[in-house]
């Protein structure tokens, strides 16, 4: 664990109706779902509240880019979101490539069972796990942080 900064993360699955939150435990062992927060004028609010509960070190915000490296509607929706929470947080938000994601997650909750439409309320939390163990991982084998910081 050479290079491994101790503390909470929160990792953020943007999406259009709903905003998936996970949180790993300080050593950065485990990454679990905490919440879905429904997309709204109140959504950052309630992400800063998570990350003072928690005493988050960083917020990780995972950017959709397409498989071709390309931007999407998508990208520009979660960069704006993560400018918005970056403004609000007194920690450090950095962007995070979130390639496959959330077909991660959907994939893992189709092997246990749940179909797409049972999972809907789950599969951002579940995104977001995926997204903050990866990132996670990266920063445990680099010593560096993933991603990018705002």
Excluded at 2 to 24: E, H, P, T
Excluded at 110 to 119: A, D, L, T, V
């Amino acid at each position: 664990m050479s290079g491994f900064r101790r503390g909470v993360r929160l990792g953020i699955d943007v999406g259009r109706a709903r905003v998936g939150v996970a949180r790993c435990d300080p050593d950065g062992l485990l990454a679990v779902p905490v919440e879905t927060v429904p997309r709204a004028e109140t959504s950052v609010a309630r992400i800063v509240e998570i990350a003072r509960e928690y005493d988050a070190l960083e917020v990780l915000v995972g950017l959709p880019i397409s498989l071709g490296g390309a931007e999407t509607a998508s990208t520009t929706d979660a960069r704006e979101f993560a400018i918005a929470l970056d403004a609000a947080l007194e920690v450090p938000v950095r962007l995070v490539d979130e390639r496959l994601s959330t077909v991660s997650a959907n994939a893992v909750l189709r092997q246990n069972g749940r179909s797409q439409k049972s999972s809907r309320r789950i599969v951002d939390q579940i995104a977001a796990v995926v997204l903050l163990q990866q990132a996670i991982d990266v920063e445990k084998s680099t010593g560096n942080p993933a991603g990018a910081a705002l």
